[in-house]
């Protein structure tokens, strides 16, 4: 069964920095587009970053220049690099992989980590 397993998430200061990471496990697959996803408080979940199979990213405008990503594809992780956080970066993140096999393609979804930035 394939799990998506984020960590990282946690209190930090206006101004510190987290890495998130999210390993994929569990069965026979290759990923495709792997990224971070993020759900404020009674707000829509939207878009942070994602990284292609061909190293290809994409970012939220609001976290250009602050946040990395990255992939380990060895390790089946993806990480995030979240530097100079700011109050409204506070949310849930979730990473999201598209898993694909010979006959078969998914999208799974990690059930996500809290990261708070204190102002």
């Known amino acids: 069964q394939v799990q998506l397993v984020e960590s990282g998430g946690g209190l930090v200061q206006a101004g510190g920095a987290l890495r998130l990471s999210c390993a994929v496990s569990?069965?026979?697959?290759?990923?495709?587009?792997i990224g971070w996803y993020r759900q404020a408080p009674g707000k829509e979940r939207k878009l942070v970053a994602t990284?292609?199979?061909?190293?290809?990213?994409n970012y939220a405008d609001s976290v250009k220049g602050r946040f990395t990503i990255s992939r380990d594809n060895a390790k089946n992780t993806v990480y995030l690099q979240m530097n100079r956080l700011k109050s409204e970066d506070t949310a849930v993140y979730y990473c999201s992989a598209e898993l694909f096999g010979s006959t078969w393609s998914r999208a799974y979804w990690g059930q996500g980590t809290q990261v708070t930035v204190s102002s």
């Open positions: 569990g069965g026979t697959f290759s990923i495709s587009s």
């Open positions: 990284i292609s199979e061909g190293d290809n990213t």
